[in-house]
T-cell receptor, first 114, second 114 residues
Framework: GAVVSQHPSRVICKSGTSVKIECRSL??????MFWYRQFPKQSLMLMAT?????????EQGVEKDKFLINHASLTLSTLTVTSAHPEDSSFYIC??????????FGPGTRLTVL | GQQVMQIPQYQHVQEGEDFTTYCNSS?????IQWYKQRPGGHPVFLIQ?????EVKKQKRLTFQFGEAKKNSSLHITATQTTDVGTYFC??????????????FGQGTILTVHP
């Protein structure tokens, strides 16, 4: 199966700082990647769809100025949490799909904002 | 917007007992996917169902798609401790034309007692 990596796997930062999370498709090209947020024992909530070479599409209620997404190449999408606050602490997961059959998820990034 | 409801939220079983989780949508789904997320891990694709009334099996797992394509179920026969995790159903995301966009159910957290 396809492999999607995410970096870092875990990050702890101070309130007010910005954190960048990388999502890479290692063995296939992904024109579309997705960013999810997951709170403990809850479902995955789609935050935005990242499109290579164009602006990301954000879901309702997600602040685009706070969660900056860049999809600069067919294998890399980045999510930057700007001016992070404790309520932004969560598990962030990216995924990519080659076809409409299945999505391949990255291992996730656990963000803790102090 | 489109919602995919999943029940139960939690299920505790003794090893060897069967387990079923159910998914319901208010709208007809073109397809439904199932994912498993182990504790601390990321979602892993299990299967996709496309046809009305479709039934697919993977060893002890049986997946069904309703005739009206509005509901689905995952049944595990004779659970094992390795079945522990959260099982999510996911339908095509509402709105837009994003390739592979998904809407996840709330998930069922399965605990298997040895």
């Amino acid at each position: 199966g396809a492999v999607v990596s995410q970096h870092p796997s875990r990050v702890i930062c101070k309130s007010g700082t910005s954190v960048k999370i990388e999502c890479r498709s290692l063995d296939f090209q992904a024109t579309t990647m997705f960013w999810y947020r997951q709170f403990p024992k809850q479902s995955l909530m789609l935050m935005a769809t990242s499109n290579e070479g164009s602006k990301a599409t954000y879901e309702q209620g997600v602040e685009k100025d706070k969660f900056l997404i860049n999809h600069a190449s067919l294998t890399l999408s980045t999510l930057t949490v700007t001016s992070a606050h404790p309520e932004d602490s969560s598990f962030y997961i990216c995924s990519a799909s080659r076809t409409d059959n299945e999505q391949f998820f990255g291992p996730g990034t656990r963000l803790t904002v102090l | 917007g489109q919602q995919v409801m999943q029940i139960p939220q939690y299920q505790h079983v003794q090893e060897g007992e069967d387990f079923t989780t159910y998914c319901n949508s208010s709208t007809t789904l073109s397809n439904i996917q199932w994912y498993k997320q182990r504790p601390g891990g990321h979602p892993v694709f299990l299967i996709q169902l496309v046809k009305s009334g479709e039934v697919k099996k993977q060893k002890r797992l049986t997946f069904q798609f309703g005739e009206a394509k509005k509901n689905s179920s995952l049944h595990i026969t004779a659970t094992q401790t390795t079945d522990v995790g959260t099982y999510f159903c996911a339908g095509p995301g509402a709105g837009g034309t994003s390739y592979g966009k998904l809407t996840f159910g709330q998930g069922t957290i399965l605990t298997v007692h040895p």
